[in-house]
């Protein structure tokens, strides 16, 4: 199986930055898309940023300019780098795999799949 692993969420205040994490690990052979989505109270989850492997980034048009993508392929981990930080963005942030091919999928001819982390807390408050 693929487990999704995220870090560095966290508490700042609004101007501040924060830099998220998210490795994916398991037998995993390739990552099509990685990224970040987020869900605040009350609201339904959205995509906030993903980085397809060929390099391809989408933004969110409210973070266009203020988060920056970044993956790591030879790692199969993802970066998000989120400055000038506004309250309006306190959400959990989950980190998502999609089309990801394993060794068991290739074994069992198997589709790709697509998987989410637990979600890491972003908080901007002063």
């Known amino acids: 199986q693929v487990q999704l692993v995220e870090s560095g969420g966290g508490v700042v205040q609004p101007g501040g930055s924060l830099r998220l994490s998210c490795a994916a690990s398991?037998?995993?052979?390739?990552?099509?898309?990685m990224g970040w989505y987020r869900q605040a109270p009350g609201k339904q989850r959205e995509l906030v940023a993903v980085l397809t492997k060929t390099s391809t980034a989408i933004y969110a048009d409210s973070v266009k300019d203020r988060f920056t993508i970044t993956r790591d392929n030879a790692k199969n981990t993802v970066y998000l780098q989120m400055n000038s930080l506004k309250p309006e963005v306190t959400a959990v942030y989950y980190c998502n795999a999609d089309r990801v091919v394993t060794v068991q999928s290739l074994v069992l001819s198997a589709s790709p799949r697509n998987y989410w982390g637990q979600g890491t807390q972003v908080t901007v408050s002063s």
């Open positions: 398991g037998s995993i052979v390739s990552i099509d898309t």
